[in-house]
């Protein structure tokens, strides 16, 4: 058994990015730490604005930035919701899990949290993000609610994530500005136990997509829960084939691993 990382850069991103996320795991700094070696990636892609997570994220219909990150290894889990003007909430999320008492941390708390854990104000703003709220503010001349077909029919990608297998121990980072378009405060599967992510002693999976069908199905646990009773390919294949919207999954086991999604989605994989 192998150790190994599987990464993905969204559900609706295209095969054309697979060279980014190889580049990116040829580049980050491989070691033993399964928690460490799933956030090590999610932080470059954070930092890289062509993914919607941290520097590049989506912006809610009124302007403002809020994004959404989890990590999960062994039965440990951290994540903050909707934190705002920080540059890695992948980070703030292990500070969640590893030196608070809690397991999630949302809004102003969760920025609070993140200043007293030493994360400085950072602005994750891009041109890009802000002429995409302008067009759809053209587009639709809306200010209010979103549309819940339009929201529906998303194809933008979103969301990165990665998995990892490491001396049989398994751990599990996503993070994400959400799906565009939004309203401000609006929550989708990455942050929530079990929707977005899951990682225990049989495997991790983090998925992508639009996070309310994701959240609702309880997707990651559903998938996790099923490890072993059958194929992981034949599992996860079922239930994103069940998804009538956008979604992905990359998952992995103590033999297998897989990247599936109803859309394109850009990934990487690598043994070490
Ligand atoms: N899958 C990311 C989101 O819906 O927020």
Redesign the pocket.
Known sequence: MENAILIHGGAGSPYSMNSVLEDILKNIKFENNPLNMVINPVISMEDNLLFNAGTGSVPRIDGSIQM?AAVMSGREFGSVICIENVKNPVLVARDVMTKSPHIMLSGDGATEFARMMGHEYYNPQTERSMERLRKFMEETGKTGMPDKFKFLEKKTG??VGAVVRINGKFAAAVS?G??FPMLRGRV???PIIGA?IYAGDKGAVV??????E?ARNLLSYSIYSQIGQQSLETIVKREVDSFAVSCGIIAITGDEYISYSNTTMAYAYREF
Do not use: L, Q
């Open positions: 959404d979103d969301t994400t959400g799906a989708g599967d990455s977005g998925a992508t997509g639009i996070g309310e994701i």
